[in-house]
Structure formats: structure tokens, C-alpha cells
């Protein structure tokens, strides 16, 4: 017997396979739920199976086992439809969060009220929380999520993130400690507890993390740019430089790495390599209104006072709102000696919030 030809459209399958090979994340989920409903599966057909050898039973106790056993398969059904449900959350998701939250939260809703001891979609819908900026809601459902399932390290993972992004640096370090006992490694949880040292001042055991979470995985660029910014808090510029290298290495399209490394190089006193990071950063990503800031600081130092305000007129054009900005160019007119533009953007600085130009100007008599 002939049987008839598939077409399968492979493009939209090596794609969807690249984009899970590209976010592992991703892959994490999937591989999660196949296990899920594997297991479901497999209850439903042993209930099927008990439901059978009801025949050679009692009529009595037939009619009771039959009871348990529907209320089993109930339950079991309602765990794959929730799991479906919690399936269809994947394709919403991208680069580590859900492109649409809302909807997210409402299939999640919707598997958790099938299914009340669901620890993953407890898990899941605390990232989309998460995802829309509410915080406390997200970590009442990590909560939930490891009252359901306490060895599961990728949650406690999820809430430091959470508490660190509240500023609960404490909470967030506990968190990632957790993480690393059940999952040693964890790269992710080395890595942000490194950067949650280095947010409480503690530089020593941030390197000490990024060492870990480097050696775990050595292509992890953000993790050799973060090591490098706690280099440079610590004031050694070619250890930090040295980091931003490797970063760049390894993505060539990193744009902090590249800004990051500008500012070493301006701290060191070099300014021509700084402004030729600092060009790199805004050839990848010309909207940063900060790196034209720092450029033009860059500019300012060498005595390129046109170039300076020229870059600062690009920040106050991406934001109008930009204190730092108006302050920064009021400080090149007033050393091209055009006193009232320097007033004008002093003025305009201290109006932001930033009056440390005007009231120096003011002291010395230059403006009113």
C-alpha cells in the first residue's frame, strides 16, 4: 500500500529549530513541557487501563473505583490542557521574556485555575508579571512556585532577578545562592550575583562570581564587559580594558563593551582611542544619547570645543530632557567665550535639575 507524500514546509522548521538552538532558554521550556505531558499521557492511559479490570469487580466497588478513577482522570485531562496551554506561552516568547504578556498571563491564568499545584506555570507567569513591571505580583508567584516545587533552581534564579531589579540586593544574592546549591552550574546565577555584588560595593566577590560563571562558560561576553566595569570601579583600567577586548572578541557588535571601554580609555587620559570607541558604540547604535555625551566630554578634554557641542546637540535633539547635556555645552560656549549661550544652556541645565553650572557661572559674575 502506497501511502500519500507530506510536503513539510523546512524553512519554517529550521527556523523555529534555529531559534530554539539560539535561546536556550526557549529550549528549557519545550523540553519542560514534553516531560509534563509525557507523564500525563502515560496517567491517563494506566487510568484507562484500571478502568478496564473494573469489570471483574463488585458491582459496589466497581461503582466506587470508577468514582476515584474519574475524578483522577479529571484531574489528569485538566493537567494536559493546562500544559497546552502553558505550551502556547512558548511561541509568545523571545530573547528571554514574552512579547506579549498580557496574553501570557491570561494562558497561564487559565492552566493555573485547571491545575492549582502547577508549579511551572506559576513560574512562568511570574516572568510575564515580571515583563510588565510588577514586581511584587511576580515574586507572589515564584513564591508559589517553590512552595510547589522548592528544588527547582531556576526559579529562585527568576526572583533574584526580580528582587535585584527591586534594589533588594540582600534578597537577590540569597536568591542566586540558592540557585547555585541546587545547580552549581548555573552560569546565570554566578553571573548576576556578581553583578549584585558589585551593585552593594562588594568588587572582590563580583570578580570572584564572574571567575565562576567565566569558567563555566569562557564565550560569555556580557560577563567578561561586566567583570570589566568592576575592574574599572576598582580603578584598574587595563585589567577592565583587557575584559572589554575579550568582550568585543567575542560579539563583535557589543555596544557596551565598546562605550565602556571609551571610558577606560578617557579615565587613562587617552582620548583619541575613547572617541574611537565611543564612534563604534553609536555606529552600532546611533539612538544612545549618553555615549554622544561622553564623546563630546571626550572632545571637550582635548580642547575640540565644536566637535563637544556638536555632540551634545545631538543628546538634547534624542532628549530634549538631558540635564547633563545642556549643562556639558554651556561649559564649551562659555570657553569659546559666547557668555550668553553659555548662560542660556546653564539655565536650561538648572531648570532639569542641574544648577551646579549656573551657580558657579552667577559666583563669578558671567551670568544673572
Given at each position: ?29 519545550y523540553n519542560d513541557n514534553q516531560k509534563r505531558e509525557k507523564k500525563l499521557l ?236 565611543y564612534d563604534k558604540a553609536i555606529e552600532l547604535n546611533p539612538r544612545h544619547a ?79
Amino acid at each position: 500500500m502506497t501511502k500519500a507524500r507530506v510536503e513539510v514546509d523546512t524553512s519554517i522548521l529550521d527556523g523555529r529549530v534555529k531559534e530554539l538552538l539560539q535561546d536556550r532558554s526557549l529550549l528549557d521550556k519545550y523540553n519542560d513541557n514534553q516531560k509534563r505531558e509525557k507523564k500525563l499521557l502515560a496517567r491517563i492511559k494506566e487510568l484507562e487501563r484500571e478502568n478496564q479490570k473494573l469489570k471483574s469487580l463488585p458491582q459496589k466497588e466497581q461503582k466506587q473505583r470508577r468514582e476515584i478513577i474519574k475524578n483522577q482522570f479529571k484531574i489528569a485531562t485538566q493537567g494536559l490542557t493546562a500544559s497546552e496551554l502553558n505550551r502556547k506561552t512558548n511561541a509568545l516568547w523571545k530573547e528571554g521574556k514574552y512579547t506579549n504578556p498580557d496574553r501570557a498571563i491570561a494562558y497561564l491564568s487559565e492552566a493555573i485555575r485547571l491545575d492549582s499545584r502547577y508549579a511551572e506555570a506559576y513560574n512562568n507567569r511570574g516572568i510575564a508579571w515580571s515583563d510588565k513591571g510588577n514586581y511584587d505580583r511576580a515574586i507572589s508567584d515564584y513564591d508559589k512556585a517553590i512552595e510547589l516545587d522548592p528544588r527547582d533552581a531556576e526559579v529562585y534564579y527568576n526572583r533574584g532577578i526580580t528582587w535585584k531589579v527591586k534594589g533588594n540586593y540582600d534578597q537577590a544574592i540569597w536568591d542566586y545562592d540558592k540557585a547555585i546549591e541546587l545547580n552549581p552550574r548555573h552560569v546565570d546565577a554566578y553571573y548576576n550575583r556578581g553583578i549584585a555584588w558589585s551593585d552593594k560595593g562588594n568588587y572582590d566577590r563580583a570578580i570572584s562570581d564572574y571567575n565562576k560563571a567565566i569558567k563555566l562558560n569562557p564565550r560569555y561576553a556580557f560577563v567578561y564587559n561586566n567583570r570589566g566595569n568592576t575592574w574599572h570601579r576598582k580603578g584598574n583600567y587595563d585589567q577592565a580594558i583587557s575584559d572589554y577586548d575579550k568582550a568585543i572578541e567575542l560579539n563583535p557588535r557589543h555596544v557596551d563593551a565598546y562605550y565602556n571601554r571609551g571610558v577606560a580609555w578617557s579615565d587613562k587620559g587617552n582620548y583619541d582611542r575613547a572617541i574611537s570607541d565611543y564612534d563604534k558604540a553609536i555606529e552600532l547604535n546611533p539612538r544612545h544619547a549618553f555615549v554622544y555625551n561622553t564623546r563630546g566630554i571626550a572632545w571637550y578634554r582635548k580642547g575640540y570645543y565644536d566637535q563637544a557641542i556638536s555632540d551634545y546637540d545631538k543628546v538634547i535633539e534624542l532628549n530634549p530632557k538631558y540635564a547633563d547635556a545642556y549643562n556639558n555645552r554651556g561649559i564649551a560656549w562659555f570657553f569659546k567665550g559666547s557668555y550668553d549661550r553659555s548662560c542660556h544652556d546653564f539655565q536650561k541645565a538648572c531648570e532639569l535639575g542641574k544648577c551646579k553650572g549656573l551657580n558657579w557661572a552667577m559666583k563669578k559674575g558671567y551670568c544673572k
